[in-house]
């Protein structure tokens, strides 16, 4: 069974810095992306940013140059540097694990962690 525990959320000032990290388990994940998405209140579920298996990146327009990516296979895990942070920055941040659509496709995805950015 595959699962996915998010840590590092809290409340920081603006221009502050987070770092949240996704352990994952249930099984070998080399093949898979990672990424992070995040909801605000009353808005739609967004992706944060996106790493591919060969470790290509993807970022949202909104987070380029503030946030950084990373994942260490060996430890099913990844991690998201928020620097930079800014009010609108705040949401509940998803830990995201996409098998490709030739091994099956799926995505699973954590519990959630609260991102709050205010003075």
């Known amino acids: 069974q595959v699962q996915l525990v998010e840590s590092g959320g809290g409340l920081v000032q603006p221009g502050g810095s987070l770092r949240l990290s996704c352990a994952v388990s249930?099984?070998?994940?080399?093949?898979?992306?990672m990424g992070w998405y995040r909801q605000a209140p009353g808005k739609q579920r967004e992706l944060v940013a996106f790493?591919?298996?060969?470790?290509?990146?993807t970022y949202a327009d909104s987070v380029k140059g503030r946030f950084t990516i990373s994942r260490d296979s060996a430890k099913n895990t990844q991690t998201l540097q928020m620097d930079y942070l800014k009010p609108e920055d705040t949401a509940v941040y998803y830990c995201?694990?996409?098998?490709?659509?030739?091994?099956?496709?799926?995505?699973?995805w954590g519990q959630g962690t609260q991102v709050t950015v205010s003075s």
């Open positions: 995201n694990l996409h098998r490709p659509y030739w091994a099956g496709g799926a995505d699973y």
């Open positions: 790493i591919g298996a060969g470790g290509a990146t």
């Open positions: 249930g099984s070998s994940f080399t093949i898979y992306g």
